[in-house]
């Protein structure tokens, strides 16, 4: 049961709860790009239809959500995802018109349906050096969560393996994929741990 058999089987259990999968030699992005853009366009526009929001105003949002604002790593996490639940006013084109109340995610009940589910796999991104992150969970193409496998079947390596690999070699390399992460998963298919990549290794549950 190797790595790859076991992101698989991670893969399946998303799609049996709704998520859409896609690999991530689908995707076509820049590479160095962490967002899905069009899944978060795509959202925007059907969410804000009765608004008539126009495309110059859905590019506007996204440069929000990407903006670097110079903070450290932590510091950003926390600026964008506040961004994220608690949402922004956005200044509309028409000047004529009130400010656009924008919620990049829909939690309201109801709306839970408005928003675009997705797990993704072996996503290529280019940072400080290339790294492929095992799975990745997107709403609206907001990369929320993601995933880290180890084989339980090698001896020489534990989920504390995958541990350093997101939060020493992945953050240093590809930061902007944490700007917008609620929490990280490490997993061998037996052993299961969650926890904000901020958090020392014994602080996940």
């Not at 799975?135 to 084989?151: A, D, T």
């Amino acid at each position: 049961f190797n790595e790859h058999a076991l992101e698989l089987s991670i893969m399946e259990l998303f799609q049996q709860e709704g998520y859409t999968y896609t690999s991530g030699e689908e995707i076509h992005k820049e590479v160095s790009d962490v967002l899905l853009r069009d899944d978060m366009r795509l959202y925007l526009h059907n969410r804000y239809r009765a608004e008539s929001i126009t495309p110059l105003e859905i590019e506007r949002i996204l440069a929000t959500l990407t903006a670097n604002v110079g903070f450290s790593l932590y510091e950003q996490n926390r600026h964008t995802y506040r961004l994220m639940t608690e949402g922004f006013s956005l200044k509309r084109e028409d000047a004529a018109l009130p400010d656009l109340f924008i919620e990049p995610i829909d939690f309201s009940k109801e709306g839970i349906k408005n928003n675009l589910f997705r797990i993704v796999n072996q996503l290529e991104i280019q940072g400080a050096e290339r790294r492929i992150p095992d799975g990745i969970v997107y709403v609206n193409g907001l990369p929320v969560v993601v995933l880290e496998f180890k084989s339980a079947v090698k001896e020489e390596t534990t989920i504390m393996d995958a541990y350093t690999q997101l939060t020493v070699r992945y953050c240093r390399d590809i930061p902007d994929l944490f700007k917008y992460n609620a929490f990280v998963v490490i997993s061998d298919g037996v052993n299961n741990k969650y926890g904000s990549l901020f958090s020392p290794y014994d602080f996940f549950y």
